[in-house]
């Protein structure tokens, strides 16, 4: 008794034209890149905020959206979205401030006695961001590539200003 299919049969090209369709379904549905690494944008904003000196990195990224809140650091792009926590601290969210300008201007690199009045009106900028962040669901931003952190330590205030 022969089990094996003629290869000439109507059935076996069907199923082929079938398998080949599913294949190349799944193949499509494949992310063409990585979601970007979010635990790596923590990793950098806890190297910055556990500094007790004034501190500054930036990570490159590819995400195309970032959102930032107190504690975690979202990022997504084509390849899907990924969520990490910082270990320590909390971060200021500069652009969930009312006026995001100020604490971009110290991400940047100014002087924060030259954008704050002094230690106490920089605290409560930093306040206003976080308690915004917290109290919204929170936006995605689009990205530049870049996420910035700013550890300041003035008058005895210490605040890590976040931006993407």
Not at 46 to 66: F, I, L, M, R
Not at 68 to 86: C, F, H, L, Q, Y
């Amino acid at each position: 008794m022969d089990f094996e299919a003629p290869v000439d049969a109507w059935y076996v090209w069907v199923g082929v034209a079938i398998a080949s369709v599913a294949f190349a379904g799944i193949a499509l549905s494949l992310p063409s890149q990585p979601p970007p690494d979010a635990a790596e944008a923590a990793n950098t904003v806890d190297e910055v905020s556990g500094s007790s000196y004034n501190a500054s990195a930036t990570y490159e990224h590819d995400a195309d959206e970032v959102k930032i809140d107190v504690k975690r650091i979202g990022m997504r792009n084509e390849g899907g979205t990924e969520w990490a926590s910082i270990a320590f601290g909390t971060m200021t969210p500069v652009r969930t401030h009312p006026n995001p300008e100020d604490g971009l201007n110290i991400v940047y690199g100014e002087d924060p006695e030259s954008v704050f009045a002094n230690p106490s009106a920089m605290q409560s900028y930093a306040e206003t961001a976080r308690d915004a962040a917290v109290n919204s669901d929170g936006e995605w931003h689009s990205g530049d590539g870049k996420l910035r952190v700013r550890q300041v330590n003035w008058g005895g205030v210490s605040v890590t200003f976040v931006a993407a």
